[in-house]
């Protein structure tokens, strides 16, 4: 009775450990003009390794090997391209910024007098606000005097009354909301000017170093 035949069983690392090998003896009997070879992972998690650059829909990193399998280049994702360029953004934005302190305010006082100026505008404007809101309830506080009184007198408040009480309340309403709105800008001005006393103390010091140091 002939003997029955039976496939060995595949060993899957031997095998990835024999493509990976033949993949760098390749590499490395490549000639140096030839040695442009690209590795990515696709959208499914597949390594490839190709002559040529990855499709152009392909959304994740890339590398380019030379003849010994080691990357001498990183091509980034979509994603990290755009932080890159978002990072770039920044510090032009950054370069702008310090350029235009330095050139706006020649010394510390200047800087700490037009942070002053900024803010004390602020503070007069509110400080007319709550005059305002003063002056617009006492009077809401006379209105509902004169609508308490017919009450008293067995009378409804008239609309003439009614008319006046809500458009002092609304008034009263949108005063708070512009104070509240002024103090919130004042946070916020009174944060940009600390800042930039901040850096403009840095670049100072810079500047200061690099002139000894030459």
């Known amino acids: 009775m002939p003997a029955t035949l039976t496939a060995a069983p595949v060993n899957h690392w031997l095998v990835r450990a024999l493509v990976s090998g033949f993949f760098v003896a390749a590499l490395m009997t490549m000639s140096t003009a030839d040695a442009r070879w690209y590795k990515w992972v696709d959208e499914n998690g597949k390594i490839s390794y190709q002559d040529r650059p990855p499709p152009s829909d392909n959304d994740n990193s890339s590398q380019i090997l030379n003849t010994q399998g080691v990357t001498v280049k990183h091509i980034p994702s979509r994603a990290e391209q755009k932080q890159i ?6 510090r032009e934005r950054r370069r702008q910024r310090d350029e235009m302190l330095l050139k706006s305010f020649p010394s ?11 803010l004390g505008h602020i503070d007069g404007t509110v400080t007319r606000m ?3 809101l003063v002056i617009l309830n ?4 006379l209105i509902e005097g004169k609508i308490g009184d017919r009450i008293n007198q067995g009378l409804a408040p008239s609309e003439a009354l009614e008319s006046d ?3 002092v309340t609304r008034s009263i309403n949108s005063t708070n909301a512009l104070i509240k709105s002024k103090l919130k800008e004042r946070r916020q001005v009174a944060g940009m000017f600390e800042n930039d006393l901040i850096r403009f103390r840095q670049l100072v010091e810079a500047a200061r170093t690099a002139n000894l140091t030459e």
């Open 130 to 132: 709550y005059d305002q």
């Open 138 to 141: 006492s009077r809401l506080e």
């Open 108 to 118: 510390e006082n200047d800087l700490t007098q037009s942070r002053d100026k900024r």
């Open 85 to 90: 360029e978002e990072q770039k953004l920044a």
């Open 165 to 167: 009480r809500s458009a």
